[in-house]
């Protein structure tokens, strides 16, 4: 067990895990919110991330520069699907997500569905930062804006429990706060039943409210 683990699963501490990443960050945010939730939040430090400064150290850590990263001893876990399953092997197991069973990859099926509205939110936001208006490509963002459609109608008909905090629900409401913030789509008035769950989980789980991107 390296020196790291032993800290944030509350053994004699060491050093402290480094989560590389921004604030604005909606996968950021899904592990802020996890490390909350599972009462690991205050041993880890948050330390930004530039993914387009060939200087940072992130590079060296993820090959890919993106973020978040979890730095501890001995590896460097990414991405946040990842670094979440490690927080609640931590926090015990079987807090954010099932153990075994067809439950357990039905939980990992739609906490990815939600990271995918996260993902093409996040490419329409670059489409317009960018690139050029002459080199913006209509048929991409078109394909951007059907996965969030299908996406979020699929969530909106099936929605998590609100009152129960896990991988799926995490991964909605940083997505949906994260179209709250860029506004890619008006996807409050398309999908009402969605304002209602966020509502309702932002509500129940104070994590969410307590990792708000700074205005």
């Known amino acids: 067990m390296t020196s790291t683990l032993n800290a944030l699963s509350g053994c004699e501490p060491t050093s402290r895990a480094v989560l590389r990443s921004t604030l604005t960050s909606p996968f950021g945010r899904k592990v802020r919110m996890a490390a909350e939730v599972l009462g690991l939040a205050d041993a880890i430090d948050i330390q930004s991330a530039d993914t387009l400064d060939a200087g940072d150290d992130l590079r060296l850590q993820n090959p890919l520069g993106k973020m978040p990263c979890l730095l501890l001893d001995d590896a460097v876990l990414y991405d946040s699907r990842v670094i979440l399953e490690y927080l609640d092997m931590l926090g015990g197991g079987g807090r954010l997500c099932p153990t075994g069973g067809l439950e357990r990859f039905v939980c990992l099926t739609r906490s990815c569905l939600a990271d995918g509205v996260a993902d093409a939110a996040l490419l329409i936001v670059y489409e317009g930062r960018f690139r050029d208006e002459s080199q913006k ?17 699929d969530l909106s ?30 996807w409050r008035a398309r999908w009402p039943q969605l304002v209602e769950w966020l509502d309702a989980f932002a509500a129940s789980e104070p994590a969410f409210n307590n990792t708000e991107p700074p205005k």
């Open 157 to 186: 008909d099936c929605p998590p429990d609100p009152t129960h905090t896990d991988l799926v629900s995490i991964s909605l409401a940083c997505a949906l706060g994260y179209l709250d913030w860029r506004k890619p789509v008006d």
């Open 137 to 153: 490509s209509d048929r991409w963002l078109e394909h951007q804006h059907g996965k969030l459609a299908r996406a979020l109608g």
